[in-house]
């Protein structure tokens, strides 16, 4: 079992919809959760981070967190074209400053 | 520009020669992590530093790979003996000690290792 797992995708949706990316998580002493976007061939750059239970609101993004459930969202309101690109899931299970990534998954907002 | 920065950008080399990467974190971020990253994987930890120590180390870096960081400012990374399946994007990122977000990593640019 990989410890961050996200779907590949692509995720299609609408312009104007609400996309819903999603990530699992192994290890249960996960302290801190971080979600980045990366365009192609560039480097990740942060969207946000969240550590308590329940969600998070920057913008049109919400983060949502359920540790009991051991997994991690990411909301997008109001996509737009220029959302879609690949975005990573990032986990810290604390003691040291290791961060492990999902693999991504990559958002297709639709015109 | 007070963002990570990473040198050089791209390199290209052949299968056997040695390489260095720099890395000069955000000014007042004391921890530094190096990472490499490969086409459609997340970014895969290296090795990570507090200050000029180096804290941790990933199974992935080999006898080939080390990291330095001598005066807890900038860090350069080196692979010897370079093999193709070393063609990589190699990512640079910090974070601070102190505040609110202290495990959160800002990423530089990267530097693409391409191996022939």
């Known amino acids: 079992q990989k410890e961050v797992e996200q779907n590949s995708g692509p995720l299609s949706v609408p312009e104007g919809a609400i996309a819903s990316l999603n990530c699992t998580y192994s290890d249960r002493g996960s302290q801190s959760f971080f979600w980045y976007r990366q365009y192609s061939g560039k480097s990740p750059e942060l969207i946000m981070f969240i550590y308590s239970n329940g969600d998070k609101e920057d913008g049109r993004f919400t983060a949502q967190l359920n540790k009991a459930s051991q997994y991690v969202s990411l909301l997008i309101r109001d996509s737009q074209p220029s959302d879609s690109v690949t975005y990573l899931c990032a986990v810290n299970s604390g003691g040291y400053q290791k961060v492990t990534f999902g693999t991504g998954t990559k958002l297709q907002v639709i015109p | 520009d007070t963002g990570v920065s990473q040198d050089p950008r791209h390199k290209i080399t052949k299968r056997g020669q040695n390489v260095t990467f720099r890395c000069d974190p955000i000014s007042e971020h004391n921890r530094l992590y190096w990472y490499r990253q490969t086409l459609g994987q997340g970014p895969e930890f290296l090795t990570y530093?507090?200050?000029?120590?180096?804290?941790?180390k990933s199974r992935l870096l080999s006898d080939r790979f080390s990291a330095e960081r001598p005066k807890g400012s900038f860090s350069t990374l080196e692979i010897q003996r370079t093999e193709q399946g070393d063609s990589a994007m190699y990512l640079c990122?910090?974070?601070?000690?102190?505040?609110?977000?202290?495990?959160?990593?800002?990423f530089g640019p990267g530097t693409r290792l391409t191996v022939l």
């Open positions: 990122a910090s974070s601070p000690i102190r505040g609110t977000s202290t495990d959160t990593q800002y």
């Open positions: 530093f507090q200050n000029e120590a180096q804290l941790e």
